[in-house]
């Protein structure tokens, strides 16, 4: 199985404010796509944001960016102007490219936005 | 609306009983997973499939089957329940041709005594 790793177990923010979320993986492949999860409280997880290898833009979706750094095995989660609604835990996830669809999730990172 | 439900919500059994998680999905997805989830070590594999009569074992599939008779379920058995087998368990299902957008099921609680 892929590794994905995110180092950061807990992370508080401020409502408004901006948090970045940091997550590495370790592959082989030149073609990939990574992922972050958001499980929110009432648990059922969704799809945040989704990129693939060979794009060389980062991904954005509303408040959500990412930073990919395919040298460095690097893809970071950047929540602008956090909301209440954004406390959740986060996972970082990675899939192998044509015809495997299987995800290998990261250990997550809960994420706390503060009133 | 389509959506992919699990069954039982929460399930408290014995060390050595045979448990049964349902899922069913109304997506016509082709892909089913079933992970599990426990603290500090995220979402791990169990099984999965790509379509009627195919399964496949995942990183953590000791003690664990699956079948896939149908589209829309992907039961998943615990042969003889084992206390490292209380966690939550999720089944997710996506179609091939939006790559890694998994739908996740709302988990079911198995805790073995």
């Known amino acids: 199985a892929q590794t994905v790793t995110q180092s950061q177990p807990e992370m508080s923010v401020q409502e408004a404010e901006t948090v970045t979320l940091s997550c590495t993986y370790d592959?082989?492949?030149?073609?990939?796509?990574l992922f972050w999860y958001k499980q929110p409280p009432s648990r059922q997880m969704i799809l945040v944001i989704r990129?693939?290898?060979?794009?060389?833009q980062n991904a954005t979706e509303n408040r959500f960016s990412v930073n990919f750094q395919k040298a460095a095995k690097s893809f970071s989660l950047k929540i602008s102007d956090s909301q209440l609604g954004d406390t959740a835990m986060y996972f970082c996830?990675?899939?192998?490219?044509?015809?495997?669809?299987?995800?290998?999730f990261g250990a997550g990172t809960t994420v706390t936005v503060r009133a | 609306d389509a959506e992919i439900t699990q069954s039982p919500r929460h399930k408290i059994t014995e060390t050595g009983r045979q448990v049964t998680l349902a899922c069913h999905q109304t997506?016509?997805?082709?892909?089913m997973f079933w992970y599990r989830q426990d603290l500090g070590h995220g979402l791990r594999l169990i099984h999965y499939?790509?379509?009627?009569?195919?399964?496949n074992k995942g990183e953590v599939s000791d003690g664990y089957s699956v079948s896939r008779s149908n589209t829309e379920d992907l039961p998943l058995t615990l042969e003889s329940a084992a206390s490292s087998q209380t966690s939550v368990y999720f089944c997710?299902?996506?179609?091939?041709?939006?790559?890694?957008?998994?739908?996740f099921g709302e988990g079911s609680r198995l805790t073995v005594l």
């Open positions: 592959t082989s492949e030149s073609n990939y796509y």
């Open positions: 997710a299902s996506s179609f091939s041709d939006s790559p890694g957008e998994l739908f």
């Open positions: 996830a990675f899939m192998r490219g044509v015809n495997d669809y299987k995800l290998s």
């Open positions: 997506w016509n997805h082709n892909n």
């Open positions: 990129q693939e290898a060979y794009k060389q």
């Open positions: 499939s790509y379509g009627v009569q195919d399964t």
